[in-house]
């Protein structure tokens, strides 16, 4: 009998440590967090490949930003930020606070504050069959993120700039779905649809 992939088992552990996690919370990760309604504007530079991204136009967006493990606000906490793009259909993007250099890109960081954090896709996406990182870079006037994109080691490259414009209260019922509302013209490594799939269930798909 042939083995299961290392990238499904590894999965379907996250889904277990997801569903066992529910049973003290309805979100095993990301369980709570702030939203914004945002403005995303593409300033049509971009090559990736994505027409979402390389035609200039405004879109309206959605953001949530949470604390990853939910630890108590005196303990520093990975940061997560959601963005669903309100396009011709929703197309959710999930970034995590990582380092920004060619290697620390990839490396978890923690910290006490949700916003004014830096965050990636820490994983390539194919679009157009190339490895694409996304990142939102804050800005110094607050409450503007520019979007960039990177090659797995190369520099960053701005593609526009998200811009909130009013905060929400959170909302228990948005869920977020990366593989499902994927970018335009993009579609994920099978390792990393491996390892999603098996673990969004029962993390409910939280962000």
């Known amino acids: 009998m042939r083995s299961a992939p290392l990238s499904s088992l590894a999965g379907s552990a996250i889904g ?4 066992v996690a529910r049973l ?7 369980p709570k967090g702030v939203i914004a309604e945002a403005t995303l504007s593409v ?20 953001i949530r930003f949470s604390r990853a493990v939910g630890l108590p606000d ?15 259909r929703p197309v959710d993007i999930l970034l995590a606070s990582t380092g920004t250099g060619p290697l620390s890109r990839y490396v978890l960081t923690t910290g006490w504050r949700t916003m004014g954090r830096t965050m990636t896709s820490m994983f390539p ?14 800005t110094a006037e607050g409450g503007t993120w520019t979007l960039q994109h990177a ?3 190369g520099k960053w490259k701005t593609l ?21 509302n ?18 969004y269930p029962p993390a409910d798909r939280g962000a």
Not at 74 to 88: C, E, K, N, Q, T
Not at 160 to 175: A, F, I, P, S, Y
């Open 74 to 88: 005196a303990l520093p906490d990975i940061g997560g930020m959601a963005v669903r793009i309100h396009a011709d």
């Open 16 to 19: 277990a440590v997801a569903a």
């Open 24 to 30: 003290a919370r309805p979100k095993a990760l990301h």
């Open 43 to 62: 300033a049509g530079v971009g090559r990736t490949g994505s027409s979402l991204l390389d035609v200039t136009g405004r879109w309206p967006a959605t």
């Open 182 to 199: 994927r970018l335009p013209g993009s579609h994920y490594p099978h390792v990393l649809r491996a390892l999603r799939d098996p673990s």
């Open 160 to 180: 526009g700039r998200l811009t909130v414009d009013t905060w929400e209260d959170d909302d228990e019922n948005l869920h977020f779905d990366p593989i499902g």
């Open 125 to 138: 996406v194919l679009i157009a069959g190339r490895p694409l990182l996304l990142a939102a870079f804050p």
């Open 151 to 153: 090659t797995p080691l």
